[in-house]
T-cell receptor, first 112, second 113 residues
Framework: TQLLEQSPQFLSIQEGENLTVYCNSS?????LQWYRQEPGEGPVLLVT?????EVKKLKRLTFQFGDARKDSSLHITAAQPGDTGLYLC????????????FGTGTRLQVTL | EAGVTQFPSHSVIEKGQTVTLRCDPI?????LYWYRRVMGKEIKFLLH????????ESGMPNNRFLAERTGGTYSTLKVQPAELEDSGVYFC???????????FGSGTQLSVL
């Protein structure tokens, strides 16, 4: 079974600060996705990274896939209260058809 | 466009009872997935349908769980008999293509007392 460990588990910061969330595994994934989940809702896809070393930007969010496709990071610049939520990474297991392994999650709170 | 719809949003049942969860995927999405999060742990894969066929059911915990997708449209997940450890949030997701973007429903919160 492939596992994805996220760190930190909880993060409380003030508006305007920068932060980085890490997603690590000892296993190789075909691709890695980042989701954001709000209370009472399902996860919503933010980005998918496929190539080792790939970097994608989504406004103030920067996603990177590790060279060996075993880890990923999410960096948020100048966090805003609207960024508050549960961030989940999910890896597509090699040799499977879209079966995702989800990370343990990082709960982010951004205060004014 | 309607998203993935799950019903009910909450279900409270007693141990030993039967519960059926329903998922209506986005229209035209052949791929339908069931996932669940139990006891504050990470979300875990249960199974994957392509149209009405089970593509991968390796995540189904035991034979108390039965998933169906008759006609390749909506899907049901039945738990019979329910046990305490089945409590959690059950998510359904759908995608148009095999590795296409996944759209998740809001989930069904199942509480087994």
């Amino acid at each position: 079974t492939q596992l994805l460990e996220q760190s930190p588990q909880f993060l409380s910061i003030q508006e305007g600060e920068n932060l980085t969330v890490y997603c690590n595994s000892s296993s190789v994934f075909s691709s890695l996705q980042w989701y954001r989940q709000e209370p009472g809702e399902g996860p919503v896809l933010l980005v998918t990274v496929v190539t080792g070393g790939e970097v994608k930007k989504l406004k103030r969010l920067t996603f990177q896939f590790g060279d060996a496709r075993k880890d990923s990071s999410l960096h948020i610049t100048a966090a805003q209260p609207g960024d508050t939520g549960l961030y989940l990474c999910a890896g597509e297991e090699t040799g499977t058809a879209s079966k995702l392994t989800f990370g343990t999650g990082t709960r982010l709170q951004v205060t004014l | 466009e309607a998203g993935v719809t799950q019903f009910p949003s909450h279900s409270v049942i007693e141990k030993g009872q039967t519960v059926t969860l329903r998922c209506d995927p986005i229209s035209g999405h052949d791929n339908l997935y069931w996932y669940r999060r139990v006891m504050g742990k990470e979300i875990k894969f249960l199974l994957h349908f392509v149209k009405e066929s089970k593509q991968d059911e390796s995540g189904m915990p035991n034979n108390r769980f039965l998933a169906e997708r008759t006609g390749g449209t909506y899907s049901t997940l039945k738990v019979q008999p329910a046990e305490l450890e089945d409590s959690g949030v059950y998510f359904c997701a759908s995608s148009q293509d095999l590795r296409g973007k996944l759209f998740f429903g809001s989930g069904t919160q199942l509480s087994v007392l």
